[in-house]
C-alpha cells in the first residue's frame, strides 16, 4: 500500500499527506453517523460537540468499524509494524475548509515513532 519512499519520508518528516482510504459511499455513511452521534443541536439552533466524542469506537459501531478500516491499518502497518493498538479517538467536528494537525500528545511507555495520528475528513455531500 505505501512505497518505500513514502514510508522513508514518514521517517524523516514525521508525516504524510492524506489519501484516500475510503469509498465515497463509505466515508459519506461514517460522516452521517459521526454527525447524528457525537453533534448535538442546542435549543438556539447553534451545534456543540457532544462528550461522546472521546473513544467512540467504545460506544458505537461505525467508530469501531472505523479504526478497523483493513486500507488505515495497512497503511498504519507500513509505517510501525504489525503490533497496533488504537488507544484514543476522539471525534473533531471541523467546518469545511479547516485545517488541524493532531500531533502524538504522548502515552506512558510509547515513544512518538511508535505512534501514529491518522486524521479521516468527510466532505459535504
Not at 452521534?37 to 469501531?64: I, M
Not at 469545511?96 to 504522548?106: V, Y
Request: hydrophobic letters at 35%; a positive charge; charged letters at 25%.
Amino acid at each position: 500500500m505505501l512505497t518505500q519512499a513514502e514510508i522513508s519520508a514518514y521517517k524523516r518528516d514525521g508525516y504524510l499527506p492524506g489519501r484516500p482510504l475510503l469509498s465515497a459511499e463509505e466515508a459519506g455513511r461514517l460522516k452521517d453517523e459521526c454527525l447524528r452521534t457525537c453533534l448535538h443541536e442546542r435549543k438556539d439552533g447553534t451545534h456543540r460537540q457532544a462528550s461522546n466524542r472521546v473513544k467512540p469506537y467504545l460506544l458505537f459501531r461505525w467508530a469501531a468499524d472505523l479504526v478497523r478500516t483493513p486500507a488505515i491499518l495497512d497503511a498504519v502497518e507500513a509505517l510501525i509494524g504489525p503490533d497496533i493498538l488504537v488507544f484514543h479517538t476522539t471525534v473533531w467536528l471541523k467546518e469545511p475548509g479547516r485545517t488541524c494537525t493532531q500531533p502524538f500528545s504522548g502515552v506512558e511507555g510509547v515513544s512518538a515513532a511508535q505512534a501514529v495520528t491518522c486524521s479521516k475528513g468527510a466532505r459535504p455531500k
